[in-house]
């Protein structure tokens, strides 16, 4: 994305990172968390934080910059990435609306990771190349391999 994006602090493996939704009403700290599912594969797991400091995905924040914050997960990906250049990283949404939002923005915006990433996206429990006028369930990220 060609978006502006907050800055991040991330923790010294570059699994957790932490950063500040901020409008004119209020700061909300949001977290972004990848999680190891098996062997070279991560859950991206991404939301709010919780008085607990737990993650809530299904919480609308409302501060009117969702391209910055969906910007802000793009970064994370990439940085991640950079440092677990073999593994893959799997997203869906929290609700069926906000995985829907996640493909608009991959196909709106696949001239500006196309050169970077490579996405895939799984369709009743297939995988399959990521496509603009396919509708996914969820979808794989990973960097491009730039040797081929």
């Not at 060609?2 to 700290?29: G, M, P």
């Not at 914050?69 to 677990?84: G, P, S």
């Not at 923005?105 to 297939?126: C, H, P, R, Y």
Request: proline residues 1%.
């Amino acid at each position: 994305m060609n978006h502006k994006f907050y800055a991040l602090q991330s923790s010294e493996d570059y699994l957790t990172f932490n950063f500040q939704s901020i409008s004119s009403d209020r700061v909300v700290a949001k977290r972004i968390q990848f999680v190891p599912i098996q062997n070279d594969l991560y859950n991206l797991a991404f939301g709010d934080l919780d008085e607990k400091g737990e993650i809530d995905d299904l919480i609308v924040t409302n501060n009117n910059d969702t391209h910055q914050v969906l910007a802000t997960v793009i970064q994370a990906i990439f940085l991640f990435l950079n440092n677990y250049q073999q593994c893959s990283v799997y997203f869906e949404g929290s609700t069926s609306s906000r995985t829907r939002l996640y493909q608009i923005i991959l196909a709106k915006e696949m001239q500006n990771w196309n050169d970077t990433f490579t996405v895939f996206g799984i369709s009743e429990g297939l995988i399959s190349g990521f496509e603009t006028e396919r509708d996914f369930d969820s979808f794989i990220v990973r960097l491009k391999d730039l040797h081929l």
